[in-house]
């Protein structure tokens, strides 16, 4: 959660409501898969490099995951009191990122005497084994930390186009980024006053757009 820019709610940040799993549910609807490919690869990719996949199979991880929402949408019931979409995709892309993880693993260890290809294969097994045991509430933050992120980044670009760019330059580094006030300040060469200012100003039209953005059932316009 960002502090002071979008409220605890329970509901999903990314705003995908019963619309848009019915939009998806047309296989031939080509316009909102790439919708979504747009909006979530990022997302899946980000958290399967955070799990320890490498950036080849992190793409797997995403083509994956969106074959599997594919499939396994016509069983999905939008119930957010009971299992949000975010979860559900959580799921999904956890399953196919501790396949990737296997698939290394079986391809490291692959040899007729049976003992490991590599000095260090045997101690990457143990990386499938952190999965989905003691880092996978750290993983599942990391999962909602960057949906919130995303959501955010998304109603910054439209707030983008009739704001002053300088403000939602501080906002973006602030808030987006993490970056202290003072960094803010010495990187782009403003006081730390003006920084706290861009907040004051821009922050209320970003959770103004995140509303936007829920309403509209998609995370986009």
């Known amino acids: ?35 979504f490919f747009d909006r979530y690869r990022g997302l899946i990719f980000r958290f399967a490099l955070k799990a320890g ?18 499939r396994k949408l016509p069983e999905f ?3 957010p009191e009971r299992c949000a979409f975010k979860t559900w995709l959580l799921n999904l892309t956890l399953w196919r990122v501790k396949d990737q993880l296997r698939k290394r693993q079986a391809w490291e260890g692959r040899l007729a005497d049976g ?7 045997t101690a990457r097994t143990a990386t499938i084994e952190r999965v989905p045991d003691a880092s996978v509430e750290r993983l599942e933050a990391a999962w909602n930390e960057d949906w919130q992120r995303t959501v955010l980044g998304m109603a910054l670009a439209r707030v983008k186009a009739e704001a002053n760019p ?13 970056l202290a006030p003072r960094e803010v300040a010495r990187t782009l060469g403003v006081s730390t006053a003006r920084v706290y ?25």
């Open 197 to 221: 200012l861009a907040k004051h100003r821009i922050g209320p039209r970003v959770r103004e757009q995140v509303g936007e953005l829920e309403r509209a059932g998609w995370g986009g316009s």
């Open 166 to 178: 300088k403000d939602c330059q501080m906002f973006e580094l602030h808030v987006l980024r993490g």
């Open 1 to 35: 959660m960002i502090a002071g820019v979008i409220p605890e709610r329970q509901d999903d940040s990314l705003a995908t409501r019963a619309s848009l799993l019915e939009r998806l549910k047309d296989s031939d609807d080509q316009t909102s898969w790439q919708e």
């Open 115 to 121: 003992t490991p290809s590599s000095p260090d294969a």
């Open 53 to 70: 996949c490498t950036e080849t199979e992190a793409d797997e991880v995403v083509q994956e995951t969106v074959i599997g929402v594919a």
């Open 77 to 79: 019931r939008y119930q």
